[in-house]
Nanobody, 116 residues
Framework: VQLQASGGGLVQAGGSLRLSCAAS??????????MGWYRQAPGKTRELVAV???????NYDDSVQGRFSISRDNAKSTVYLQMNSLKPEDTAVYYC?????????WGKGTLVTVSS
């Protein structure tokens, strides 16, 4: 599975951004893939932000609950992360992640910078 994330950038605190991650695979159907977003801030370990299953079940880290929303468009093989009410502590490189049949795939990250 190849993953291409986009949508990062610089935004002021309180602002919004939407990240996109387009997936492609010659083996797996996007419909069968659990998709997630992780982030890694400078000097910190990578952490789960949000995940959406093939059945559209979602789960969020407590730090983003109520501010971020993950969704998927199976027709476009794309997963989105809508980020609202951004805080400086949301600054990180955001990575798209795909899990299917216990195989894990990562895309290149996209940088999100939130200024105070």
């Amino acid at each position: 599975v190849q993953l291409q994330a986009s949508g990062g950038g610089l935004v002021q605190a309180g602002g919004s951004l939407r990240l996109s991650c387009a997936a492609s695979s010659s083996i797996f159907s996007f419909n069968d893939i659990t998709m997630g977003w992780y982030r890694q801030a400078p000097g910190k370990t990578r952490e789960l932000v949000a995940v959406i299953s093939s059945e559209d079940r979602t789960n969020y880290d407590d730090s983003v609950q109520g501010r971020f929303s993950i969704s998927r468009d199976n027709a476009k093989s794309t997963v989105y992360l809508q980020m609202n009410s951004l805080k400086p502590e949301d600054t990180a490189v955001y990575y798209c992640n795909a899990v299917v049949l216990s195989r894990i795939y990562w895309g290149k990250g996209t940088l999100v910078t939130v200024s105070s």
